[in-house]
């Protein structure tokens, strides 16, 4: 009779046996997705520039994983666990902590702008690029001196410097300098 | 002592006021005495800075503690070594020691250039005088590191005092690598002054451009070399020291440093289309302006508290005096340029898009792209407060994410532009430069995808390594073959000969390998693995291939440090490799501790150990363990790329000698097709 018993709570116990990889793996997940998030977030204990998956107060008398980084990635775990994805996992961690806590600048706002520049800044120095290589390509070799004289709208400067005179300060500099 | 050096520092002050003030009369009069004195009152200048630095290097070691600066950074229990790095481990010895630095250069200058260039010199001389004078006034009048201790007495006044012992110096500093990282950058930035310099004499004196360049190359050389070494000594011992598995944390002062390095070689490839071209006068000028002034605006960050920093100095009004200057230098400069830039127009035209020069154009603009981008990120806390009223923190992933393509784009660049030629590159010219070449790239990343390489950017890195890797090795190997045809030497003799003939090219190419090298180790850090425990004694954690096995603790008395130790046996697939000793020093002058990581390095990967302390809940000890892939291979690509820079400054052998030895040498073999036409006209190339 109790060999029996013991069967069936072995049997009811199975799913459990059964589950518990599956739930193990489940929370090793959610604990990596913690990570991943985490490192998107800034630790706010204050002493460090850290993520908060990595802050380890470095430094200190004890650098090992700081309590406030713990705290927060517990809190990401628990918006995990809510069924939120990653995006408002991150979204209700700022709203809590304010865009200090960012680690890099968000994709909306004043944050967009930070993501702008670097492509403007591409583009921008493409287009002169291109826009050089142009007018170097239009310009007919060794002409600087003459280049100078023809364009002597450009301030008193360059009604000033003719192709002679370049030439002479040219001379002048080789002359007084010696390598 | 610190009423000599004080003394010494506003005599200094005096002959730099001379030097500016007087060389600015010599230009004017153009009067050889004053010419002399103005010259010669630069050089008492740097004379009078060198026994000023000296007598604060005497203060510390003779443990004077009634001088405020030695009392913060020092103790009697430190040892000699660090007392030098005590120095310049605050805000005014810091000071003190750039202004020390910045002497070496313009005394060399001055005294090399002493009875040449008679009508340059002048305005060189004002203009390292004028930069001089900032820092000495700023040394002077605003952080002495020679002010005296004094506590306030009843009365208010000042009563200078003695201690018996100082506070220390910080634990973090207290390694070798604070020994000579912190001289390798700041020479980096004070040598930049020395083409600044020249490059404004020129405009100035209305040159119309070339000189300058030909002067000041070697010195920028040296000072990119050094600025290069004192970034990776400052990653080498953030990695070594601070203990949290990185070396590169896009911290604002480490952006700071990368500012001027990345506009230095961007000047480095541009200077090069002036020398064969003609071209690109003006952007050069600005390159130096820029460089310059991004040295002066990494030192603004440094010290002002404009943004946080784990190594910024205390905050400080210093940060006004140097935005003044920035902006006095930026006036000086544009005002020169506007007044003189007539003198620094193209004389060349662009042949065709596929052409050395338009690989140095892209090659610029992506190293400026990066610098802008780096600086606009540094400074978007600040401009996000004014625009909003709240700080948006701008971290490591926002740089990652915006420079590594940068990187990888300039990479290519590095393996592109050396095989094109100058003018136009024919079809044929560019089947025979690159086809081995992409083919062994595209081989590579074949091979790492079936190793299990599945990060895009790590991928690609590991193509552009090998692609640009196989360039190099191509270029030595077709010139050691010739010299080796003629010559009949060793392959190794050949690349030798090939190098010392033109050194500024093979030097480069050097450079450029070592480059590799270091990109090979950056992409190592796609595959960073980590892994922390409580480890109680006899317990092992796993990492990697490895088992780390706690055997026990220990304690080590130092002199001026405890230092508490976890004696670790590394092994590896159950086989033992070697110990580990990670350890936490406390230090109880400052009452403050920092860690000593310890690590397995190999070519491979690095098993990096960090103690962390023992957890104050637990009171059990805590290990936090890495494995970082392909580490090394950033130590030692930096020392591939100093090398490279050192053989690019020696001076090339004439090729000319070694064609008419060719010539002379009778039965040489036949040469394979290549006519000694070619061989000149390859050696000519760079």
């Keep these: 009779m109790q060999n029996r018993k013991a069967k069936i709570g072995l049997l009811a116990l199975l799913p459990l046996l059964l589950m518990a990889p599956v739930a193990q793996r489940l929370l090793a997940d959610q604990n990596d997705r913690a990570h991943k998030i985490g490192d998107k977030l800034k630790c706010m204990c204050g002493g460090c520039d850290q993520s908060a998956a990595k802050c380890y107060h470095v430094g200190g008398t004890y650098s090992g994983p700081c309590d406030t980084a713990k705290s927060m990635l517990k809190e990401i775990d628990a918006h995990v666990a809510q069924g939120k994805n990653d995006e408002q996992a991150l979204q209700a961690m700022i709203t809590e902590y304010g865009p200090l806590a960012y680690l890099e600048p968000p994709k909306s706002g004043f944050g967009l702008v930070a993501w702008l520049m670097p492509i403007l800044y591409l583009l921008g120095g493409t287009g002169l690029v291109i826009v050089i290589m142009k007018r170097w390509r239009k310009r007919p070799a060794a002409i600087a001196g003459a280049a100078m004289a023809a364009g002597a709208g450009g301030g008193q400067a360059s009604v000033n410097v003719t192709p002679e005179l370049l030439a002479r300060a040219r001379d002048l500099a080789r002359r007084e300098t010696e390598d | ?686």
């Design chain 2, 1 to 686: 002592m610190d009423v000599f050096g004080s003394f010494a520092l506003i005599l200094a002050f005096v002959c730099a006021l001379y030097a500016f003030g007087g060389g600015i009369a010599a230009i004017v009069t153009r009067h050889p005495l004053l010419i002399k004195s103005a010259r010669q009152s630069g050089m008492a200048t740097c004379a009078l800075i060198f026994v000023s630095t000296l007598s604060l290097v005497y203060l510390f070691f003779s443990d004077n503690y009634s001088v405020a600066y030695v009392v913060s950074h020092s103790n009697r229990d430190l040892s000699t070594f660090f007392k030098v790095a005590a120095l310049w481990s605050g805000q005014e010895g810091s000071l003190l020691f750039w202004s020390f630095l910045l002497a070496i250069y313009v005394f060399s200058v001055l005294f090399t250039y002493r009875s040449k260039n008679g009508e340059l010199m002048p305005y060189v001389g004002v203009i390292l005088a004028g930069v001089q004078l900032f820092f000495l006034t700023i040394s002077n009048f605003v952080a002495s590191p020679f002010k005296a201790l004094g506590v306030a007495n009843a009365s208010g006044a000042f009563d200078l005092v003695a201690r018996a012992d100082g506070n220390g110096l910080n634990p973090v500093l207290q390694y070798p690598e604070m020994v000579i990282h912190p001289p390798n950058l700041y020479s980096g930035y004070t040598g930049f002054t020395i083409p600044f310099a020249f490059a404004l004499a020129a405009l100035l004196a209305r040159y119309p451009g070339e000189k300058w360049i030909h002067l000041t190359r070697k010195w920028t050389m040296i000072a990119w070399c050094f600025q290069s070494m004192g970034i990776l000594l400052g990653a080498h011992w953030a990695y070594a020291v601070l203990g949290w598995g990185g070396y590169w944390g896009w911290d604002p002062v480490e952006n700071a440093s990368l500012l001027p390095w990345l506009t230095g070689t961007a000047f480095l490839h541009s200077v090069m289309m002036q020398e064969k071209r003609g071209m690109m006068k003006v952007w050069n000028v600005w390159l130096v302006f820029v460089t310059f002034m991004l040295c002066i605006l990494g030192t603004l960050l440094t010290r002002s508290g404009v943004v946080s920093s784990v190594h910024a100095f205390a905050q400080s009004s210093i940060g006004s005096w140097f935005v003044g200057f920035l902006c006095v230098v930026a006036g000086v400069c544009l005002a020169a340029y506007f007044k003189n830039k007539d003198y620094l127009k193209s004389e060349n035209q662009l042949d065709s898009l596929v052409s050395r020069e338009s690989s140095f154009l892209f090659n610029n603009l992506v190293l400026l792209v990066a610098c802008v981008a780096v600086l606009s990120g540094t400074l978007f806390p600040v401009f996000s407060e004014w625009f909003t009223g709240s700080r948006i923190s701008v971290g490591a992933p926002f740089f990652n994410k915006v420079n590594i393509p940068l990187g990888l784009l300039l990479l290519f660049l590095t393996g592109v532009g050396p095989l094109l030629a100058w003018r136009k590159t024919s079809t044929e010219s560019l089947l025979r430069n690159f086809k081995w070449p992409s083919i062994l790239g595209l081989l590579a990343g074949v091979t790492a995808f079936m190793f299990g390489v599945r990060e895009m950017f790590a991928l690609i890195c590991f193509v552009l390594c090998v692609f640009v890797g196989s360039t190099i090795v191509q270029e030595f190997f077709r010139g050691a073959k010739v010299v080796r045809i003629r010559s009949g030497a060793s392959w190794l003799a050949s690349c030798v000969d090939l190098t010392l003939r033109n050194t500024r090219r093979y030097g480069g190419y050097i450079v450029h390998l070592g480059m590799v090298m270091i990109f090979i180790g950056l992409a190592g850090q796609a595959f960073n693995k980590e892994v922390e425990k409580e480890l109680p004694i006899g317990s092992t954690v796993k990492i990697g291939n490895y088992d780390l096995l706690l055997q026990s603790m220990d304690q080590k008395q130092e002199k001026n440090y405890v230092a508490d130790r976890m004696i670790v046996e590394v092994l590896r697939n159950d086989k033992p490799v070697m110990m580990l000793y990670p350890e936490r020093r406390n230090f109880p002058t400052n009452q403050e501790s920092g860690t000593m990581v310890a690590i397995y390095s190999t070519l491979r990967e690095d098993l990096y150990v960090v103690y962390a302390g023992m957890n104050p809940q637990t009171n059990l000890p805590t290990v936090h363990a890495f494995i970082n892939p392909l580490v090394k291979w950033v130590w030692w690509g930096g020392m591939v790329v100093v090398m490279g820079t050192i053989v690019a400054l020696l001076p090339s052998r004439a090729a000319v000698v070694v064609l008419a030895k060719a010539a002379s040498t009778a039965g040489a073999p036949e040469l394979g097709g290549m006519r000694p036409a070619q061989v000149a006209l390859r050696e000519g190339h760079d």
